[in-house]
């Protein structure tokens, strides 16, 4: 009987070990995750001022259909939401283009 309890035992903290290291890659991911919040966050703001900067000098016409689109809502907004999804869209590209020139490990 105490075999069968030390071989269950043995399973349980074989497992208990997967799942701590899933909560450890989990955990890693999360805070990588949280920094590149962050610096999209920061980064997309210069961008979205650049992005407002050359709609106002090149294109009014252009401004001023987008700012009838966007009603009462700041110009701003709509270009720091485009700076932002852009900064994510290049960063799955690179990550996908990563993961397929990756060599797979002997």
């Not at 920094?35 to 001022?49: H, Q, R, S």
């Not at 000098?57 to 907004?77: C, D, Q, R, V």
């Amino acid at each position: 009987m105490s075999g069968i309890l030390a071989t269950e035992k043995e399973a349980l903290t074989k497992e208990q070990g997967k799942l701590m290291k899933f909560f450890a890659a989990l955990k890693k991911f999360l805070a990588k995750e949280f920094l590149w919040v962050v610096f999209v966050a920061i980064l997309a703001l210069p961008l979205a001022e650049l992005f407002k900067a050359i709609l106002d000098n090149y294109s009014p016409s252009f401004k001023a259909y987008i700012a009838g689109l966007m009603h009462s809502t700041e110009l701003f907004l709509p270009t720091y939401v485009l700076s932002a999804a852009g900064i994510y869209f290049i960063r799955a590209i690179i990550g996908s283009i990563k993961t397929l020139v990756k060599k797979p490990k002997n």
